[in-house]
């Protein structure tokens, strides 16, 4: 990669943290160090800024990178990739936003002990948050030591040291001195950002193609090497049995585990009422339904401009097509526009990962914080002592996601993502639905569904074809694969909501009918909500 590039990018790179730096600086001098203040922004947000908010935190480098890459290889079902993200949005709107902003005050397990024993709940809805988050995060981290020290032309393992540890760095300082307030502004700045690079490249590709989508259609299927079937289902997912159920599995969480994922969650508390989280979701829909149709532009244009081959080449997994089809667009390898456009892509993609672990690392420390800590220590914390430890959770789960990170950097860690879907879709989600709609629910069953998704979602991924079995595992050398399934959403979320009905149906406990009154009338009209 040439020295403008480099140059470049890490001038735009610099630009983006100086200016987040500056946000958290100040919000640190004008907090006021209540828990509202650090885990909810002080409820302070419009919901525009919560919808530019909640955009910021969804979309994320493997939506803006992979999603596309994905499409540039595989056509047709890539593109299910982009309808599965979307229409998860519509399950969040009309099941649990307004719900959840309603019975809750800082996290999912809030909503889930309004009507149960805390202690239990708390502990269970708070490991299972935490594992999703510390999923997520690795994830991320990882994804942003391999894609910037790619694209700043450094692939050997210092340089993915490096930029591991320094994102870990940064994404524990706007937590800890900034909480809610000033993450919730870096979402915002990166979801204009994303959304301006996105819509520009768009607009070029358009532009390049005289507007014409069905001869941008046409010339990516030509240059694809596969004809019509690009065009086509199957390309991908179309093979024997084992792939189509796998498929189905990884919609399944894509699609359910979105509700379940406490960094989307805990956004509904950051506006003053729940007419207002609604409206946030209807914002966000829309800019994220935006940019996922953006994305299928981008995908079959990296297909008609860069091609199938060029992509693979760069990057096996085709995460690569976007900065490729950048630097295209921009008039090649040569030229300042090229460079230009490809460093803007560059740093976009890096302050998606910024803003993405920022919020993520805030919701674990609000569950490590508020649930786990202060169950353990109800009687005896103050909401002080308590943000003091989600500050220090911050800075402990920052460490562990930067070792975690490093440990796993050459490992294909695609999977993790899905896993963190499938998890808050088999444990979260089960007991957050029963909860709210449920009017026999008890704590036995609460507990029952969190541990009854959790435990098989990570037993069943330990036994798949991801983590031995085959020359693509995290251990290609042994084999205890006795899963077929990549991905064990297909299994593991019916699994929660069976064990959260049998723990229930078995339990001795009589529910609460008093409290199930209280809480469906809190959480249909806002009677009582803080």
């Known amino acids: 990669m040439r020295g403008e590039h480099q140059t470049l990018a890490l001038l735009l790179f610099s630009a983006f943290v100086a200016v987040t730096l500056g946000i958290t600086t100040w919000v640190s001098r004008h907090r006021h160090g209540s828990a509202e203040e650090f885990y909810a922004g002080g409820r ?14 969804y979309m994320s480098a493997a939506s803006f990178l992979g999603i596309s890459g994905i499409i540039a290889l595989f056509g047709y079902d890539g593109l299910l990739y982009s309808v599965g993200f979307l229409v998860a949005w519509l399950v969040v709107l009309f099941l649990v936003a307004e719900l959840v902003r309603n019975c809750g005050r800082f996290t999912l397990a809030d909503v889930v002990a309004a009507r149960m024993s805390e202690r239990p709940v708390r502990i269970a809805a708070g490991a299972s948050s935490v594992t ?75 532009v390049r193609f005289h507007g014409d989508f069905d001869q941008l259609l046409l010339t990516a299927a030509a240059r694809s090497g596969h004809g019509d079937a690009f065009l086509a289902p199957g390309l ?6 084992t792939a189509r159920f796998d498929f189905i599995s990884l919609g399944l969480a894509l699609v359910l585990g979105t509700a379940g994922l406490p960094h989307i969650l805990s956004r509904f508390y950051t506006v003053p009422t729940a007419r207002a989280a609604r ?89 490590v914080a508020h649930d786990l800590y ?22 402990g789960i920052g460490v562990v996601a ?9 490992l294909n860690v695609a999977f993790l993502v899905g896993l963190a879907f499938a998890v808050a879709a088999s444990a979260n989600l089960p007991v957050l639905l029963y909860s709210l709609f449920w ?21 069943l991924v330990l036994l798949s074809p ?59 009209t806002g009677a009582g909500a803080v």
């Open 44 to 57: 302070l947000f419009s919901p525009m800024e919560n919808g530019f908010a909640i955009a910021g935190d």
């Open 132 to 206: 999703v988050s510390v999923l997520y995060l690795v994830a991320q981290m990882v994804g942003a030591g391999s894609l910037v020290a790619l694209l700043l032309g450094g692939t050997g393992k210092a340089a993915q040291t490096w930029t591991v540890i320094g994102v870990g760095a940064l994404m524990v300082i706007y937590v800890s001195l900034g909480g809610m307030r000033a993450t919730t502004w870096i979402q915002i700045v990166k979801a204009v950002l994303l959304l301006g690079g996105t819509i520009a490249l768009t607009v070029l590709v358009l």
């Open 236 to 241: 991908k997912y179309g093979g024997d049995w």
């Open 279 to 367: 409206s946030s979701v209807v914002w966000s829909i829309g800019l994220i339904g935006g940019f996922y149709l953006m994305t299928i532009v981008l995908g079959f244009g990296a297909a008609a401009i860069v091609g199938p081959d060029a992509v693979r080449g760069s990057n096996a997994a085709g995460n690569t097509a976007v900065p490729l089809l950048a630097l295209d667009l921009g008039g090649g390898a040569d030229s300042t526009g090229g460079t230009v456009l490809f460093a803007i892509v560059a740093a976009v993609a890096f302050a998606t990962i910024l803003a993405v672990v920022a919020g993520i690392t805030l919701a674990s420390s609000a569950s």
């Open 374 to 395: 202060a169950s353990l220590r109800r009687r005896h914390t103050k909401p002080r002592s308590e943000v003091g430890v989600a500050r220090v959770a911050a800075v």
């Open 402 to 410: 930067i070792a975690l990170g490093l440990l796993a950097r050459d």
């Open 439 to 459: 009017r026999g629910f008890t704590t036995r069953g609460a507990v029952w569904a969190v541990y009854g998704g959790l435990v098989p979602a990570l037993v």
């Open 466 to 524: 991801v983590v031995s079995g085959s020359p693509e595992s995290l251990f290609p050398g042994v084999d205890f694969q006795y899963f077929p399934l990549q991905n064990p959403g297909l299994v593991s979320i019916p699994l929660g909501f069976l064990a959260g009905w049998i723990g229930t149906v078995t339990s001795a406990e009589l529910p609460d009918e008093a409290k199930h009154a209280e809480t469906e009338v809190r959480s249909l």
